[in-house]
């Protein structure tokens, strides 16, 4: 039988997780942790949200398994608890919706997210750590590196290279063999044709408020 799950985060993505893992997989919660001086409420979804330390002594890596579930908004805070939590030998269990598709050879990291009607291609590689979020599609031979957060609608056709620690905005397109650096930005709708060097920021043009709307 599963282990109960402790949850690192209190936020949207954290209540997805929750959702996902204790409603629909139907894994028992135990808790959810924060740093210390982000602890506003003493709970959260009827569970204790508890400082690191207090979790390992309540609910140690012997007898719990643990989800970091922090957002793109926060990458190296996501690198960090990832990385605390191995450290600390918790087990990192990582959950595939039923809706999505992942092809029996895909590489799967620990502690990734793939949610409804995903699509992973034969012979990607997901690191560890990684969001793939509602109708992504990362197709054939493409490798991910850890820590990486798709957005919604988000495709990488195949052959391509997506470095550690990316954001791939919404409905963001990367053709195929396409190298993107690590921790590079794609905004939504972003179409990336070309190789991107590390760290750099790519979108689409801007929306800006041109007239107001007839009525």
């Not at 894994?27 to 204790?48: G, H, S």
Request: glycine letters at 10%.
């Amino acid at each position: 039988m599963d282990k109960p799950l402790v949850i690192v985060g209190t936020g949207l993505l954290a209540e997805q997780v929750a959702f996902y893992l204790g409603g629909v997989a139907g894994r028992p919660l135990a808790a959810f942790v924060l740093d210390p001086q982000y602890i506003r409420e003493p709970t959260f979804l009827q569970r204790p949200v508890l400082d690191f330390v207090e979790a390992q002594a309540r609910f140690p890596a012997s007898t719990h398994d643990l989800f970091v579930a922090i957002g793109h908004t926060a990458t190296a805070a996501r690198r960090r608890w990832f990385d605390t939590a191995m450290a600390a030998g918790y087990s990192l269990p990582s959950y595939v919706h039923p809706t999505a598709w992942v092809a029996q050879n895909v590489a799967v990291g620990a502690n990734t997210l793939i949610q409804e009607q995903a699509v992973v291609a034969p012979f990607v590689r997901l690191g560890d750590n990684v969001t793939l979020c509602p109708q992504v599609g990362i197709n054939h031979h493409t490798r991910v590196g850890s820590h990486c957060f798709f957005a919604p609608g988000a495709r990488v056709a195949g052959d391509a290279d997506i470095g550690p620690g990316c954001f791939i905005g919404l409905g963001a397109l990367v053709r195929d063999r396409v190298r993107v650096g690590e921790g590079c930005v794609i905004g939504a709708g972003a179409v990336i044709m070309a190789d991107c060097p590390a760290g750099g920021l790519y979108r689409a043009t801007r929306t800006d408020r041109t007239r107001e709307v007839e009525s």
